[in-house]
T-cell receptor, first 114, second 114 residues
Framework: QQQVKQSPQSLIVQKGGISIINCAYE??????FPWYQQFPGKGPALLIA?????SEKKEGRFTISFNKSAKQFSLHIMDSQPGDSATYFC?????????????FGKGTKLSVKP | EAGVAQSPRYKIIEKRQSVAFWCNPI?????LYWYQQILGQGPKLLIQ????????DSQLPKDRFSAERLKGVDSTLKIQPAKLEDSAVYLC????????????FGPGTRLTVT
């Protein structure tokens, strides 16, 4: 019940295309859903996050879509660029009960081809 | 502001040896986390501190791992004795207490156990 399942494991997109990464969770107590971006040799960095009171959040080229009833959320990267090539992790947390501990998915390695 | 600092960046040891990692969080951040990231997987929480007290160490293998956060600032994570399966990147993250949920990660220490 604490798992966060992420797919696909890897993704290749052409420059200018749309990258879509999906995550599913089981614990209905989760109330915070961030996406982290990680480049080789670096720690993860917060990209965008959403709370369950909204169904969509957009920041620049990055959008989170959230479906509470299906217990799923996804990251959309519009106009994907070679500089977006990195590993993306979805995560979930129950800030009300677990002091904010993040449960991470296994990651998606994105390659954007020029 | 300066980010989360970690040292060393890389460490190679033989199994059954001991090793220690150091973390200096962002100034003023009361919450500190240690994560283990095995190659190809998402980070997994090992231990969480609030100031100098342990909040959650339920996933810390206490027979070989130990951690402390003296004076509520810097933290050290120790492994003794190391096993082959401890080869991973050890990430430190910190968070400000309050309304922000964002965790800021350091660059990590890559441990190889031979």
């Amino acid at each position: 019940q604490q798992q966060v399942k992420q797919s696909p494991q890897s993704l290749i997109v052409q420059k200018g295309g749309i990258s879509i990464i999906n995550c599913a969770y089981e614990n209905t107590a989760f109330d915070y859903f961030p996406w982290y971006q990680q480049f080789p040799g670096k720690g993860p960095a917060l990209l965008i996050a959403i709370r369950p009171d909204v169904s969509e959040k957009k920041e620049g080229r990055f959008t989170i879509s959230f479906n509470k009833s299906a217990k799923q959320f996804s990251l959309h990267i519009m106009d994907s660029q070679p500089g977006d090539s990195a590993t993306y992790f979805c995560a979930a947390s129950n800030y009300g009960g677990s002091q904010g501990n993040l449960i991470f998915g296994k990651g998606t390695k994105l390659s954007v081809k020029p | 502001e300066a980010g989360v600092a970690q040292s060393p960046r890389y460490k190679i040891i033989e199994k059954r040896q001991s090793v220690a990692f150091w973390c200096n969080p962002i100034s003023g951040h009361a919450t500190l986390y240690w994560y283990q990231q095995i190659l190809g997987q998402g980070p997994k929480l090992l231990i969480q501190f609030q100031n100098n007290g342990v909040v959650d160490d339920s996933q810390l293998p206490k027979d070989r791992f130990s951690a402390e956060r003296l004076k509520g600032v810097d933290s050290t994570l120790k492994i003794q004795p190391a096993k082959l399966e401890d080869s991973a990147v050890y990430l430190c993250a910190s968070r400000s207490v309050g309304t922000s949920f964002e965790q800021y990660f350091g660059p990590g220490t890559r441990l190889t156990v031979t």
